[in-house]
């Protein structure tokens, strides 16, 4: 049987990760706003959430790369891997095309002020 091999089985552990981006990036309710993946792990184990910080990121990165989140720099779309500096996660915005990283530059917010 010379066929192509079948694909693995997804990790349950990505598909919990999984399931809480979409949560919370679902739960966004201004436009443009934005969550720190921190807060993503801190969601799946508040007292232990420095380790689940890998693998948010990489299921993160995998669900923009298939559209289904995007992932932002200083409020402005990008796709660089890996992420440098603060990058925070928001519903796609349809028919953008993701800009390249921004130059780090100061502390300027990732959301646009309330208003």
Not at 74 to 88: A, D, F, L, N
Not at 92 to 113: H, I, T
Request: glycine share 8%.
């Amino acid at each position: 049987m010379n066929g192509p091999s079948p694909a693995p089985a997804p990790d349950p552990r990505e598909r919990f990760v999984e399931a809480e981006i979409r949560s919370q990036v679902g739960a966004l309710t201004r436009d443009n706003a934005s969550i720190d993946p921190a807060a993503i792990a801190r969601a799946l184990d508040p007292d232990h959430w420095k380790r689940w910080m890998q693998p948010v990121r990489e299921v993160a990165r995998r669900m923009a790369q298939r559209g289904e989140i995007e992932t932002v720099r200083h409020g402005r779309p990008t796709s660089e891997w890996p992420w440098r500096g603060v990058v925070r996660l928001r519903k796609p915005r349809f028919g953008l095309p993701a800009a390249p990283a921004a130059p780090v530059s100061g502390g300027q917010p990732d959301d646009p002020p309330a208003g």
